[in-house]
Nanobody, 128 residues
Framework: QVQLVESGGGLVQAGGSLRLSCEAS????????MGWFRQAPEKEREFVAA????????YYADSVKGRFTISRDNAKNTVYLQMNSLKPEDTAVYYC?????????????????????WGQGTQVTVSS
């Protein structure tokens, strides 16, 4: 089992920045793919970003590409999401995820069904 705990959410003005952290505990491994999803009120959960096993490849949703950066520190069992140039439409609960299995390609990493482990989420609110 892997436990994921997100932190770093909050209220920020449009154009501002936040860095989310996700600390993993339990049977963690650098071989886990790690990702971030978000869900806004009355909307479906959507993919944000992911990093492959070993951090070889990263993937981003088009809506955040160029503004968000995913990274991981395997020594700390932590994955980060640096969010810059935030927009009101980025307002959502952000969830950290981890996957044990092998994944290949954007479609796999962007699918919620790929991930076995989910954090409880952290709220990000961007005011206009």
């Amino acid at each position: 089992q892997v436990q994921l705990v997100e932190s770093g959410g909050g209220l920020v003005q449009a154009g501002g920045s936040l860095r989310l952290s996700c600390e993993a505990s339990g049977r963690t491994s650098s071989r886990h793919a790690m990702g971030w999803f978000r869900q806004a009120p009355e909307k479906e959960r959507e993919f944000v970003a992911a990093t492959s096993q070993g951090s070889v490849v990263t993937y981003y949703a088009d809506s955040v590409k160029g503004r968000f950066t995913i990274s991981r520190d395997n020594a700390k069992n932590t994955v980060y999401l640096q969010m810059n140039s935030l927009k009101p439409e980025d307002t959502a609960v952000y969830y950290c995820t981890a996957a044990r299995g092998v994944c290949s390609g954007y479609g796999c990493y962007a699918a919620g069904s790929t991930y076995e482990y989910w954090g409880q989420g952290t709220q990000v609110t961007v005011s206009s």
